[in-house]
C-alpha cells in the first residue's frame, strides 16, 4: 500500500481565502500526483458532502472529504494557512486544512487508516506539532506517524499503529469492548460499593471517514475527564463492530451522535437517550455526558425507535427558531401522505361522479357493485375518511418532533378537538406545540424511582392529555377557531389583483427552497385549504396555483439541458431527461441537482418563473380539487388549457433565465466547467416526501 500522504500533497503556505480555493488547491495536489483523475468532478464531490454537513471544527481544522469515484487511491492533502479561512466551525476559520480522498470503492484498510487520522486530529499535541513544523517533509512523517530519527518519542501516535482505535471497538484504551473494558468496568470503584456511572455510544456520518470517529474520540476523552464508563461503537464506512450484548445491558444511559440512522437501535431500547447530531459530540461531549446522567436520574427513558435528525427536539446551543422549525416539518412530513391519498381519491371521486357525490348516502346502506355513482362515493367517503386525519396527524407528530413517543398520545387528542371546535390547521399546529411543551415539562420533574416505570405508558399520557384537552377546549379553542374562520372569509373574498398577488408569493415560495421549510409552509397552507368535504372555490385556485408552480423547476431545468446542452455537465444532462418525468408528476426535487451545483442562478430563475405561473393560474381562474399529481389530475383541472399555457410560460421563462446566466457566466470565466463547485454557495434541500414538490 503507497503512502497516503507525501511531501508533495503538503502547503505550509496555504494562500486560499475561502473553502472552495482551499479544497481545489489541495485537489490539484492530489491531480498531479495520479490521485485524482478528474479534478472538477472530484471538486464536486467534495462540495456536495460539504453541503451536507459544514467539515469545520472546533480547534481550527478544516476536514473536506469524501468518497469518489475520481479517487485512485485512498489520500490525504495537508494544507496550513495563516489568515484561516472558513469551514463552517462555531469558533472561527481552520488554519489546519485537511482534505481526505477516498475511492468510491476503498476497501477496509485504507479506511482504517484514514479513521485513525480523523482520531488524532482530536489530539492537541499534534495539533500544536503540525502548527508548528518548518518543512513539508517532516509535516507529512508527523502525520503519518513515522518515528522521528534517533529517538522512538514521536509526537503523536502513529496513525497506522492507531488504526486499530478507529475499527472494533472505541473504548479509550483501544481494547475490544467484550474484554477488558468492560471487565474494567466491573472493579472500576476499587474498594467502593457503588459501580461507576457506564455509557455506551454509537458515532456516525454521512461519509463514515472523519466526523465518525472524531466524535467516538471526544466522547471517550470526555468520559475520562468525567470519570464515567464510556464505550462507544463508531459505524463507519469500513463497517462496525457491535458492542458486546453483556455491555450495553449494563449501560445507565445512551448517547447517539450521529447524521445518519443508527444501525440495529433496537439493542439500545430503554435506556436514558441523548439523540444529537455527530457534530455535537465532537464540539460538547461534556454536556451530553452531564445531559444524559440527568435524564437517568429522572427515570428518563426512550422506546426502540427514536425520532430522525428532522424530528428531533433540536440540539442544546441551537436557536428556537431552528428547533420549532424542525418541530412542524416533523408534523408536515407525516401529514403529507395523508394529504395525497385522500385528496387524490376525493378528486377521482368528483370526477367519475360530479361533485353532487358529496351529498351521496353511505356506501354501508348503498352500494352497487354495477353502478359507477357508487364506486365514485366510495372513493369520496374513504377519500373523506383519509382527511379528517390530518390536523390529529399534524399535531401528534409535532409533539413527537419535540417530545419523542410520549408526545403522540395528547399531541393526537388535541388535534382531533381542534377538528372537532373547526380550529383547523391553525388549531393543530397549537395543539401539537402545547402538548410537546407540557410532555417535556412533566419529565423534568423529578420522579420516585418506585414510579419510573409507569410514568411513559400511565402518567405521562394521562396527565398531559388531561391539560392538552382543557386549554384547547376551555382556553385557546375558540380564538383559534375564530382566526381560523377569519383566514378562510378573507381568502373566499380574494379577487383580481389581490388573487394575482397571492399566487406570485405562492409561486416564489414553491420554487426557493424545492421541498425545504418555506416550500412546505406554501403547499400546507394549500393543502388546508382544500382538506374539507367542501372547499371553497378561492382554496382550489390556490391549490392549482402552488401545484403548477411547484411544477416549473424540473420542468424548466430539462428544457434548458434539452436546448442548450452543452452549457451542463454531462451528469447534468441526464439528469435532465429524469427532470422531465419529475416536474410532470409534481416532484420539485427533480431540480434540486441543477440548484446544488449553481444556486446563484437556478434558484432566482425558478422564483421568477414560479411567480408568473401562480400569477397566471390565479389570473385565468383554474381550480384544483387533487392535492398532487401534476399533469396525470389534468382531467381534475378547472380551466385545465389556461392551466397547462400558465407552466409553460412559467417554465420557459425560466429557462431562458438560466441558460442566459450560464451563458454570460461562460464568457466571463473563459471556459470554466458550467457548475463547477466555487459556484456552490447552499445546500440542496434534502426530499422529505415527493409531495413536498
Not at 403529507?336 to 353532487?356: D, K, M, R, S, T
Amino acid at each position: 500500500m503507497s503512502e497516503m500522504i507525501t511531501a508533495d500533497l503538503v502547503d505550509l503556505d496555504l494562500s486560499a481565502d475561502t473553502k472552495e480555493a482551499a479544497a481545489r488547491a489541495l485537489a490539484e495536489r492530489m491531480v498531479a500526483q495520479g490521485r485524482v483523475t478528474d479534478l472538477e468532478g472530484f471538486l464536486a464531490d467534495v462540495a456536495a458532502r460539504e453541503a451536507q454537513m459544514p467539515t469545520g471544527l472546533d480547534g481550527g481544522i478544516g476536514i473536506p472529504h469524501c468518497r469518489s469515484e475520481y479517487v485512485t487511491e485512498p489520500s490525504l492533502a495537508f494544507g496550513r494557512s495563516a489568515e484561516g479561512v472558513d469551514f463552517g466551525a462555531p469558533d472561527g476559520p481552520a488554519d489546519l486544512i485537511f482534505l481526505i480522498a477516498a475511492p468510491a470503492g476503498a476497501d477496509d484498510a485504507h479506511l482504517t487508516i484514514l479513521s485513525a487520522l480523523a482520531r488524532q486530529l482530536m489530539n492537541a499535541e499534534f495539533t500544536s506539532a503540525l502548527r508548528a513544523v518548518g518543512d513539508a517533509e517532516s509535516a507529512a512523517a508527523l502525520i503519518r506517524g513515522d518515528e522521528p530519527e534517533g529517538g522512538t518519542d514521536s509526537v503523536a501516535t502513529p496513525v497506522a499503529a492507531s488504526a486499530g482505535a478507529a475499527t472494533g471497538s472505541s473504548a479509550a484504551d483501544g481494547s475490544t469492548p467484550d474484554s477488558s473494558t468492560a471487565d474494567k468496568g466491573a472493579g472500576a470503584d476499587t474498594g467502593a460499593d457503588a459501580q461507576p456511572f457506564r455509557i455506551v455510544a454509537v458515532t456516525s456520518c454521512p461519509t463514515g471517514i472523519a466526523h465518525t470517529y472524531m466524535a467516538a474520540e471526544a466522547l471517550e476523552n470526555a468520559g475520562r475527564d468525567a470519570g464515567v464508563e464510556l464505550v462507544v461503537e463508531p459505524q463507519g464506512s469500513a463497517g462496525f463492530t457491535r458492542l458486546d450484548p453483556a455491555v450495553i445491558a449494563a449501560a445507565d444511559a445512551v448517547i447517539f451522535a450521529h447524521d445518519v440512522p443508527v444501525r440495529e437501535k433496537d439493542r439500545f431500547a430503554g435506556k436514558p437517550t441523548v439523540d444529537v447530531g455527530v457534530k455535537a459530540g465532537i464540539n460538547r461531549p461534556a454536556e451530553l455526558i452531564t445531559e444524559v446522567r440527568g435524564k437517568a436520574e429522572r427515570g428518563e427513558v426512550t422506546g426502540g425507535s427514536a425520532p430522525t435528525p428532522v424530528e428531533r427536539g433540536g440540539e442544546a446551543g441551537e436557536g428556537y427558531g431552528s428547533m420549532l422549525r424542525k418541530w412542524l416539518m416533523s408534523g408536515v412530513s407525516y401529514m403529507v401522505p395523508f394529504v395525497a391519498a385522500g385528496g387524490l381519491l376525493i378528486a377521482l371521486g368528483f370526477a367519475i361522479g360530479g361533485y353532487e357525490i358529496k351529498s351521496a348516502p353511505s356506501v354501508m346502506q348503498h352500494f352497487v357493485w354495477t353502478q359507477t355513482d357508487s364506486w365514485a362515493a366510495l372513493m369520496f367517503q374513504i377519500g373523506g375518511v383519509a382527511f379528517g386525519f390530518l390536523v390529529p396527524v399534524l399535531a401528534g407528530y409535532i409533539a413527537y418532533g419535540m417530545a419523542d413517543r410520549p408526545g403522540l398520545v395528547p399531541g393526537f387528542v388535541g388535534g382531533m378537538i381542534a377538528s372537532t371546535i373547526n380550529a383547523g390547521f391553525l388549531g393543530g399546529l397549537a395543539a401539537g406545540l402545547i402538548a410537546g411543551g407540557v410532555v417535556l415539562a412533566i419529565q423534568k420533574v423529578k420522579i420516585p424511582k418506585a414510579v419510573r416505570g409507569i410514568m411513559p405508558v400511565v402518567v405521562i399520557p394521562l396527565i398531559s392529555t388531561a391539560i392538552v384537552g382543557f386549554l384547547m377546549f376551555v382556553v385557546i379553542g375558540k380564538p383559534i377557531a375564530s382566526a381560523q374562520k377569519g383566514m378562510t372569509d378573507w381568502l373566499n373574498g380574494l379577487s383580481g389583483s389581490n388573487a394575482i398577488l397571492l399566487g406570485a408569493l405562492l409561486g416564489l415560495m414553491m420554487c426557493f427552497d424545492l421541498g425545504g421549510p418555506v416550500n412546505k409552509v406554501a403547499y400546507t397552507f394549500a393543502t388546508a385549504g382544500i382538506a374539507v368535504s367542501n372547499p371553497s372555490d378561492s382554496a382550489m385556485k390556490i391549490m392549482a396555483a402552488v401545484m403548477a408552480a411547484g411544477m416549473v423547476p424540473p420542468l424548466a431545468m430539462a428544457l434548458a439541458t434539452t436546448v442548450r446542452g452543452k452549457l451542463f455537465t454531462e451528469t447534468e444532462r441526464e439528469n435532465g431527461k429524469a427532470a422531465w418525468v419529475l416536474g410532470a408528476s409534481f416532484i420539485s426535487e427533480g431540480a434540486i441537482p441543477f440548484a446544488a451545483a449553481d444556486p446563484l442562478r437556478v434558484i432566482p430563475s425558478s422564483m421568477v418563473g414560479g411567480a408568473i405561473t401562480g400569477s397566471l393560474s390565479m389570473a385565468f381562474g383554474a381550480t384544483l380539487r387533487a392535492p398532487h399529481g401534476g399533469i396525470f389530475v389534468v382531467p381534475l383541472i378547472g380551466h385545465a388549457f389556461f392551466y397547462l399555457i400558465a407552466i409553460a410560460v412559467g417554465m420557459c421563462v425560466t429557462a431562458a433565465l438560466v441558460v442566459v446566466l450560464k451563458g454570460m457566466r461562460k464568457q466571463s470565466v473563459g471556459g470554466t466547467a458550467p457548475g463547477a463547485p466555487e459556484d456552490i454557495a447552499a445546500p440542496a434541500a434534502e426530499p422529505k416526501h415527493p409531495v413536498a414538490a
